[in-house]
């Protein structure tokens, strides 16, 4: 398909979205709980906070139930219901007794509990509208582009990339991804295959499974080593090398060994992207990494610096928002992290006031194919 017939689609699916959120959900394809009076709501987005406390279900056994899609999360649900992922937990665990002890034990199609009384509805949604997201796309991976190194891809029109790492701290990354979809913004995530085998990984994988419209991923390696000087690693140093430049066969292994993970948690191959740990490469390490495929290495031309916190001297979200704002030029490609400590608060921040710079903020595989 053109560059230009997937606009205009990408286009006439915000607007069909838009009009069907205008109708009221259909219940009667649901089955209901065993012995309660329920409304089952179909899915639909908040940027509700979580409420602390937990509530029992109304005394006449009337609740309201909410049927799981692929890519929710507890925390995803709760915002929508102004719950807390210990309340669903409590009111569901019946049902589904895994969640009361892992609450990214979640499945489609499992009918939840979401609120003590019948009728509720979801808060607001926060997501943009049709005109905002027009031209945001994923996963078309160029074959024309030419292999190099990559810290800004010009030539885009008003395009640019915001891009995250997860090598590391893995705290906000799932409410991340929420935001992202909540708001339509497509992302390019570079994951170790390490941090990607946790279960907290596992989910973040299962989220971009079931959003390929918005996510794609390039590799980080399996163990976030220097690949040039050797040491360092994430979340362990242990198995990075430590006396000296890795062996071209250790490096290969970090790429294969992590590729593995992700393409089957996500279903991508991260074939041809790449990113070097710590931003630390040379022509030997850019030769090896082609040589197993891996020809575009991407860099950036903003970072964020998002995975320092503020008590140890990094910025605040509004500084953040601030320096990807007034840094960003056409095919800008911004360094943030799943795991950044003010990431969530800026992207709040900065998304809307790049969009009224008129940027679409988009992949790197659909900056590319803008060229």
């Not at 796309?137 to 891809?153: C, E, K, L, M, Q």
């Not at 950044?340 to 590319?368: C, H, N, W």
Request: charged share 15%.
């Amino acid at each position: 398909m053109s560059r230009h017939l997937r606009r205009s689609a990408a286009i006439l699916a915000s607007l069909l979205v838009c009009l069907s959120a205008c109708g009221s959900p259909d219940s009667s394809q649901s089955s209901q709980p065993t012995s309660l009076a329920s409304t089952t709501l179909a899915p639909e987005t908040s940027a509700a906070a979580d409420a602390l406390a937990t509530v029992e279900p109304s005394t006449s056994g009337a609740v309201t139930t909410y049927v799981v899609v692929a890519g929710d999360t507890l925390f995803s649900i709760s915002r929508r219901f102004a719950t807390s992922v210990a309340q669903l937990q409590a009111w569901n665990a019946a049902r589904y007794p895994t969640l009361a002890s892992d609450a990214g034990m979640l499945q489609a199609g499992w009918e939840l509990i979401v609120a003590g009384e019948a009728g509720m509805t979801p808060l607001p949604s926060a997501t943009a509208s049709p005109g905002e997201t027009a031209g945001c796309h994923a996963g078309d991976r160029p074959a024309s582009a030419p292999a190099g190194v990559y810290r800004s891809i010009p030539n885009t029109g008003h395009e640019m990339a915001l891009t995250f790492d997860m090598g590391g701290r893995l705290d906000p990354a799932l409410q991340i991804l929420d935001f992202l979809i909540a708001n339509h913004v497509c992302a390019t995530l570079f994951p170790t295959g390490a941090m990607s085998a946790t279960a907290t990984g596992q989910r973040v994988l299962a989220v971009i499974r079931a959003h390929p419209e918005l996510f794609e991923i390039g590799n980080h390696t399996m163990h976030h080593c220097d690949l040039v000087h050797g040491g360092l690693g994430s979340p362990t140093e242990a198995p990075c090398a430590t006396n000296g430049r890795p062996s071209s066969a250790f490096v290969r292994k970090e790429l294969t060994d992590a590729a593995a993970i992700l393409e089957a948690g996500t279903g991508q191959a991260p074939m041809p992207y790449w990113r070097p740990p710590y931003g630390s490469y040379d022509q030997t390490l850019l030769n090896v990494a082609a040589g197993i495929g891996y020809g575009k290495t991407l860099m950036w031309d903003i970072d964020t610096i998002d995975w320092k916190p503020i008590s140890d001297g990094g910025p605040t979200a509004a500084q953040i928002a601030d320096k990807v704002v007034s840094h960003a030029v056409s095919g800008s490609i911004v360094l943030d992290h799943l795991g950044g400590y003010e990431t969530l608060d800026a992207l709040k921040l900065m998304v809307p006031r790049l969009r009224q710079r008129g940027f679409v903020l988009t992949s790197i595989s659909d900056l590319f194919d803008s060229r």
